[in-house]
């Protein structure tokens, strides 16, 4: 969970960066947010049900357990992000798909300062198989880093957040404001 925080706030803080710096620039935040905590929601989440369901029921087929992983490559990050702008507008398609793989880059950049003991990513994967990874801080760091960077973020887009939902829920309900 705290991984999740982790990554979500440093998406936010990286968006409220773009906003202060290009203001006239459209945000799409909700994509790249979604982006930054994808590649832990569809290749760490199932695993760890499955593996909590395993224990209750017995076992199952190795490629439930470890079909998960390409989620969380460079090369499941681009098909993701593919396949979920295909669900959008034709107008609003590119813009989605650069910042869900922005945020998943995001991602994997703060991953790969971690150490996974030895484990790392395959980034050049199916290129190649041999793993990286900086390891320069703990897997564990983040559940020290997600409340300050909560604090952090909550902070730096005090006011913006509302203006932005209520500008949004606008949009939904055909109002203009």
């Known amino acids: 969970m705290a991984d999740l925080v982790t990554h979500a706030c440093l998406a936010l803080l990286a968006k409220r ?18 982006g930054s ?8 989440l199932p695993v760890d049900v499955l593996t909590v369901v395993q224990r209750r029921v017995g076992e199952l087929p190795p490629i439930l357990l470890n079909g998960w992983e390409p989620f969380h490559l460079p ?62 801080l703990g897997t564990e760091s983040t559940v020290w880093w997600a409340p300050a960077l909560a604090v952090l973020t909550a902070f730096a887009w005090r006011g913006s957040l509302s203006s932005l939902a209520r500008r949004a829920g606008s949009r939904w309900s055909g109002r203009v404001h």
């Open 17 to 34: 960066g773009q906003q202060v710096v290009r203001p006239s620039q459209p945000l799409h935040l909700a994509s790249f947010v979604a």
């Open 37 to 44: 905590v994808l590649p832990d929601l569809l290749g760490r």
């Open 75 to 136: 090369v499941g990050m681009v098909l993701t992000s593919l396949g979920l702008a295909t669900l959008f507008r034709v107008d609003q398609r590119r813009a989605v798909f650069i910042n869900l793989l922005g945020g998943m880059a995001l991602h994997l950049l703060f991953d790969l300062l971690q150490d996974h003991a030895g484990a790392g990513y395959l980034l050049f994967y199916p290129l190649s198989t041999r793993p990286f990874e900086l390891g320069l």
